[in-house]
């Protein structure tokens, strides 16, 4: 198991974004110890960003040289978020090729699995099944190219913030059974610990449904109440026992933080401490994992 964490661990201070860039972002969790990286395109695509200009393909191509240059990987990716079913987006078109340019993405930085969300948005009168099918159309062609391209789609867990509100892949039997309908070799689960934390009783329990097909994941924790993506043992999550379960299961994926809310009230100033700090947290678990 490797220590991983997102480039947004410190891209943004409060809601501003792109205060530390990805390059720099590189630089900085390098000297504290990370050298394998998870590319964040859902920040990255933001209006202003690079992902988001009509250069996007040459910025990512010197991305990845510069990578390479300062010897740090990326073990994974997070696609940009796109449900055609959010009553939200008004420019589906746009979304759409904000997906397409982190697929292409994914496959330059050499990433071994890139994140997806999967169509999870409620849809009155619809079914466990309809949602499968659903999926299905949508991620068959998606993880098709990612085989073209190198690499698979890791499928994370979503947040069931109502008790009462079924909302789709938001446990361990849902991801199971996607991966197992989409049968391909290059499909997974990535695991979010602070969503399961807000949507399960059991997280040991589901992880054991997940298995084999656990792939990636997000390291993240809360109180229970909101996605705080906070770092380890600063919210309520049972870390030690998490890293037991992922010994149990075979786990063999990276240890990847996605505690970007974390920094976002420090300071700049503070990031390196900061960085140094989350990075002795993960290397303590990782040795549980190990031992």
């Given at each position: 198991m490797r220590l991983s964490t997102s480039t947004n661990l410190l891209d943004r201070e409060f809601d501003e974004f792109g205060v530390i860039s990805p390059e720099s972002c590189l630089e900085q969790c390098l000297?504290?110890?990370?050298?394998?990286?998870?590319?964040?395109?859902?920040?990255?695509?933001?209006?202003?960003?690079?992902?988001?200009?009509?250069?996007?393909?040459?910025?990512?191509?010197?991305?990845?040289?510069f990578a390479d240059e300062l010897g740090v990987t990326f073990s994974q990716t997070h696609l940009h978020m796109y449900d055609p079913n959010d009553p939200g987006i008004t420019d589906h078109g746009w979304e759409r090729e904000l997906l397409h340019r982190s697929i292409v993405c994914s496959g330059v930085l050499g990433a071994e699995w890139a994140v997806a969300h999967p169509l999870h948005q409620h849809k009155p009168n619809y079914s466990r099944q309809d949602f499968l099918q659903m999926n299905l159309?949508?991620?068959?062609?998606?993880?098709d190219e990612a085989k073209k391209l190198g690499y698979g789609i890791s499928l994370e867990n979503m947040v069931q913030w109502d008790k009462d509100e079924y909302v789709y892949a938001c446990n361990g039997e849902d991801l199971a059974e996607l991966v197992d309908a989409l049968n391909r070799p290059n499909v997974g689960v990535c695991w979010d610990f602070g969503h399961a934390n807000l949507s399960v009783r059991d997280q040991a329990a589901e992880l054991r449904k997940i298995g084999p097909r656990l792939k990636s994941t997000h390291i993240a924790d809360n109180h229970g109440h909101a996605d705080e993506h906070l770092a380890p043992f600063y919210g309520h999550v049972d870390w030690h026992q998490m890293m037991r379960v992922l010994k149990e299961i075979k786990y063999k994926?990276?240890?990847?933080?996605e505690i970007q809310a974390f920094s976002s009230p420090l300071p700049v100033e503070l990031r390196k401490t900061m960085t140094a700090h989350v990075a002795d947290i993960g290397k303590y678990l990782i040795s549980l994992f190990e031992k």
């Open positions: 000297e504290a110890g990370f050298k394998v990286f998870d590319f964040n395109f859902c920040d990255q695509g933001r209006p202003g960003r690079p992902i988001a200009q009509d250069d996007w393909y040459e910025y990512i191509c010197k991305f990845k040289k159309e949508f991620f068959g062609p998606i993880v994926g990276d240890f990847t933080y």
